[in-house]
Each structure stands twice: as C-alpha cells, then as structure tokens.
C-alpha cells in the first residue's frame, strides 16, 4: 500500500518539526513496531525495518531518547531502500506513559503523538471502576483525548452492562463511553465513526479485553494476532507481546499495545487533577495554599467529605493517587529546594486548569 505521510499523521506541525532534516537530506519515517532495540518505520513507499546509528547510540544518555512506537524520525535508506537507520527523533506532540512495572524506577513510555486513546475493558469480567481510573488518569496526563469502550458485550445481559456503566459514570463523566460487542456491526461502525484521516488512536487495555480484536474488525482483515488469554498461568500470557501501528485504508492509525497488568502513574498531577478537578476546586477555599487535605487545619476538602458533599470513596482515592505521586516525586528529586519549585510549578498548572474550567 504506497500511502501519503498524512494518512500517517503527518501534519503542518510536524513537517514544521521535520523542515531542518528534510534539508539535511533525511527521509522523515514513523515508527511502526518496536521489539527490543530493533524497529519498523513507515515511510511513503514502504516499511522496513530499521535500527538507531551508532552516533544516535552514543549520544543518547537515556533511555526515553529512544525512538518508541509513533515517533517521527529521520532516517537514511540503505540497501536499495530495504533498510533503514534512524538518526534522529522529532519532538514528541504527546507521550503515553506510565511507570514501568518492577521495583526499579522508571517511566515506560507506551506511545507517542497519540491524538486519542480507546481504552477497553471486558464486561465480562469483574474489575473495579478505579483501574479504569488509573488509565483515564494516565491518558489524560498524555494530552491525548480518551474514550472508554466496554467488549464482550453479546456474551453479557443488559442488566449487567447496565450495572456496569452506571458503577463507572462517576468515573467517566466526561467521556465517551460505550458498550460494544465485537461481532455486532452497529458497533464496530460507531467507534469507527470517531477515527479520522490523519488522526493516531492507542488501544490500551487489560490482557483479553479485545485491543488487537478490535484493530482488526476495523481493519476488516485479520492483520493481528488475538486469541483467549490463559487464566491458570500465573505469569498470564498475553497474546500481542508488541506494540504495533496500523494504517487504515480510509484513513486514521490504531496502535496496538500488549494488556496491562500494573498500570502505575508517573509524574501524572496535571491527569490526577483534571480527572478530580471537583477536589481542586473544594480545595482553593482550604486555609493553606498548599493543602495536602490529609492533616491540615481548616481543610474544606475533609471538611466537604464530612458534610457529605464530596464521596469519601472518591476522597480516598485522591489522597492514594496523590501519594503514590508524591512518593514518586520525593525518589525522583531528593533535593528539597527542587521540589518546592515543582510544587510552585504544578500549583500554576492548577491555577490554569481552574482558570480554563471557569471559561
Ligand atoms: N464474545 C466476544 N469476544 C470478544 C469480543 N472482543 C474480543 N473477543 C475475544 O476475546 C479474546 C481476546 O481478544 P484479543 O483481541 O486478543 O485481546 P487483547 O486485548 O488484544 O489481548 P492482549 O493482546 O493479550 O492484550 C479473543 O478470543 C477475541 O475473539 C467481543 O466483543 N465479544
Ligand atoms: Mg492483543
Ligand atoms: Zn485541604
């Protein structure tokens, strides 16, 4: 399939990015698939697969630096164009991140230049609304727009989906959200109606929940591997092991990623605060400016929970989210003096997102 760099996502924005490579002589690719250090990238004409130079090697310090799934990249073409070599990444528009699962700290980046993410969740399985919550918190850090789809809804009765989407509205309020079942026609043709022509979608989701099944139908080809995941092996093996970018023939680009288990935020305030923006509200009217709502005197935050204004589960929730955030942030920067300035920062980040809800 010869396509055009836009149906890739190619916009004014990144050709502004890409002038100074075009003009160093650089072919601008995308990143298709990634399985360790070894790549695809998309050009115009073709994919093939690619690798980092040895310069891009040596002066990388770390690990984000790496080229990911859904970054623009400068290549060379080698081998009568059946090889590439990637010498550079154009600056990231978004970044889906999360921290990586294990003991050691560190961000996982799962996309980049994702304009919206379709988070799916199988209604035939038993989870709560905050592990949706998590990934909305996560999206909604990145930039990108989300949309909640629920599967597997043939083999569910409409009390049960209605139960479902009633535990997750307070959740989701904001946000698209729908149930859908793979083999229903209706369905597929409704979330496909939100993708457009240049527009990049991640799917993210639990193992099984219908990511790649869901690529496919819109694909209308089988172009990925989906299967039953298996619950009796503890390590639970999941089917897609990498993330993979697809191009649709009408336009628009869907990045398959593999389940998640773990889905730990990192540096995610700005996402914690836009998902419990009715807490930062309650709490401009705290005595302290910078109010952690847990210990302080005259909190109108605990003070909302007692009156029951606020949901103490939705309260609770917060002070976990905001801890494990704060955590994070005391190992990433054990200097004091760099953490109040982040403080100051995200405070006017706060006040802007205050600022732009009142508008
Ligand atoms: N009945 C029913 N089955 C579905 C639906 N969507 C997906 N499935 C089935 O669920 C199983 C898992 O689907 P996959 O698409 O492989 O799931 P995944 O989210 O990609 O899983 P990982 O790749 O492991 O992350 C497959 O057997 C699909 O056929 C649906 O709406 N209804
Ligand atoms: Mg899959
Ligand atoms: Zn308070």
Redesign the pocket.
């Known amino acids: 399939m010869n396509i055009k760099l836009e149906d890739l996502g190619y916009t004014e924005e990144v050709a502004k990015c890409a002038e100074p490579y075009h003009a160093g002589g650089y072919t601008i690719a995308r990143v298709t698939q990634m399985v360790k250090q070894r790549y695809l990238v998309r050009t115009e004409a073709l994919e093939i697969p690619a690798e980092v130079s040895g310069r891009f090697m040596f002066t990388s310090r770390t690990r984000e630096e790496y080229p990911v799934v859904g970054d623009w990249v400068a290549v060379t073409l080698h081998d009568q164009d059946t090889h590439a070599v990637i010498h550079h990444v154009l600056p990231r528009r978004t970044v889906l991140q999360r921290r990586a699962p294990g003991k050691r700290i560190e961000n996982q980046i799962i996309a980049t230049n994702v304009d919206a993410v379709f988070i ?1 969740f199988p209604l035939n399985q038993s989870w709560t609304p905050h592990a949706l919550e998590r990934y909305l918190i996560l999206v909604r850090q990145s930039g990108a727009q989300p949309y909640v789809f629920l ?5 569910c009765t409409d009390d049960h989906v209605r139960d479902v989407l009633g535990r997750i509205s307070t959740v989701c309020a904001n946000e698209t959200v729908s149930a ?4 229903d026609a209706a369905d597929i043709h409704y979330i496909a109606s939100f993708i457009h022509r240049g527009t990049t979608f991640c799917l993210i ?10 690529i496919n139908a819109l694909v209308g080809k089988e172009v990925l ?5 298996r619950e009796y092996d503890a390590k639970g093996r ?3 092991t990498k993330r993979q970018l697809v191009v649709l023939e009408k336009g628009g680009v869907l990045i ?1 990623t ?2 998640m288990r773990e889905v730990g935020l990192w540096q995610a305030e700005d996402g914690l605060w836009e998902t419990f923006d009715d807490i930062l509200e309650i709490g401009t009217a705290c005595k302290f400016r910078d109010c952690t709502h847990t210990h302080e005197p005259q909190c109108a935050v605990r003070k909302a929970v007692e009156e029951k204004i606020l949901a103490e589960d939705r309260y609770n929730s917060y002070i976990r989210y905001y801890q494990e955030l704060h955590e994070l942030a005391t190992h990433l920067n054990p200097k004091e003096l760099k953490e109040r300035r982040e403080l100051e920062q995200r405070r006017s980040k706060q006040e802007k997102i205050l600022k732009l809800k009142k508008r």
């Open positions: 799916i599967s597997k809804r043939d083999v859908y079942s793979l083999y989701g639990p193992s099984g929940a219908g990511k790649s099944s869901l591997p989906t299967g039953e995941v999941h089917i897609t398959d593999p389940g």
